[in-house]
């Protein structure tokens, strides 16, 4: 003990002169460890100014909790990163502890690696998890049985979302209506792959699981647009999976639901008949339904009410007559990979085609 004891005294002697100096160097030091602390606070703060498709914009009890947690785990994961700034801090300055406030010697060292590195830590983390995952978490779970208003069905496909209203007339996709301040229940699955149903705004995500149905509650507590995203890798076109919830007030839902559920029009014009005679000689029938037609197919979205509908192919395109053009004639140009095969039409036929769509109100 003495012989160590001696070596190292000899060691302090040499830093003496230099004490000053390793002072400044230090709080320069710390200078950089608190530069950096800010620029990670930066990050949230930039998710919290964003508007679209924001967690941290809850529109909804769950989403409300869901952001509450996520501001709770901030505040304790910085509580527990300046601990450990500190613990660096103090031991880039341990060369100078004979100038520090509270003395120094190696039992003050101690006391403080055991107090804020165990023990606030401990406390840290095992209130946070107390509190989210036996209390909060609860109010984000779906709902039980036959303790919502409406239900509706979500079926995710390689890349857009199925969605029918209760009773199966009702089928839409990708934009999704609800009557706000009511509680929905979305049985979610899916026709291929594994996909994640998440709209941020409103609750947490959902696994859409082959040969599963998982729930999700959907309580809107005010009208509004919410966009969503798939949240589960699923191939080339995962990214241009997305959709909207639209929180209608209820007038305007129930009038939105009647119209859905009737068949589609018939076409007003000679050039929207030719469409619909084209689509209905065309592939297009094989993959797509049109209530009211002989088109029955379910491959691709149900097309009977698309003019209704702001977009296309899952966001990817606005629902405007040139970009349903565009779409028709090159699907592959928008969503390489996707089930729609490109057509070689005249821009007559093409013309016709979208002229009888865009009539689909
Ligand atoms: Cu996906």
């Known amino acids: 003990m003495r012989e160590v004891r001696k070596e190292i005294r000899p060691n302090r002697a040499v830093f003496e002169p230099g004490e000053r100096g390793g002072l400044r160097r230090s709080l320069v030091r710390a200078g950089w460890i608190a530069t950096g602390a800010a620029a990670a606070l930066v990050f949230p703060a930039a998710a919290w100014a964003g508007d679209d498709q924001n967690a941290l914009h809850p529109a909804s009890k769950q989403e409300h909790s869901i952001s509450v947690l ?81 239900s509706i069905q979500v079926i995710g496909h390689d890349w857009w979302w199925e969605v029918r209203y209760p009773g199966g007339r009702a089928v839409t996709a990708n934009e999704i209506h609800i009557p706000v301040r009511t509680r929905v229940d979305v049985a979610g699955t899916t026709a291929d792959v594994i996909h994640s149903f998440w709209v941020p705004e409103l609750n947490r995500k959902a696994d859409l699981i082959p040969g599963r149905v998982n729930h999700l509650l959907l309580d809107a507590d005010r009208p509004g647009e919410y966009r969503g995203q798939c949240a589960e890798f699923c191939g080339q076109q995962h990214a241009h999976m997305a959709m909207y919830v639209f929180a209608d007030p209820p007038d305007v839902f129930r009038r939105w639901l009647a119209n859905e559920e009737r068949p589609a029009r018939q076409p007003a014009t000679a050039q929207a008949r030719e469409g619909q005679h084209l689509f209905l000689s065309l592939p297009c029938s094989g993959c797509h339904m049109i209530r009211g037609t002989s088109a029955d197919g379910t491959i691709g979205p149900d097309l009977t009410h698309l003019a209704t509908r702001k977009t296309l192919a899952a966001l990817t395109l606005p629902n405007h007559p040139p970009d349903l053009a565009r779409w028709i004639e090159d ?27 865009e009539g689909l109100k």
């Open 331 to 357: 699907p592959q140009r928008y969503k390489p990979g996707s089930k729609m095969p490109g057509f070689s039409l005249t821009s007559r036929e093409r013309d016709a085609l979208v002229a009888y769509l």
């Open 70 to 150: 996520w501001w709770v785990m901030l505040a304790g994961c910085s509580i527990g990163f300046c601990v450990v700034a500190t613990l660096l801090l103090l031991g880039w300055v341990r060369r100078n502890r004979d100038s520090l406030p509270f003395g120094g010697g190696d039992r003050a060292g101690t006391a403080i690696v055991v107090g804020l590195g165990v023990f606030v830590p401990i406390v840290v983390l095992s209130s946070l998890f107390v509190w989210s995952d036996l209390f909060l978490i609860r109010t984000t779970e779906a709902p039980a049985a036959n303790s919502t208003r409406m």
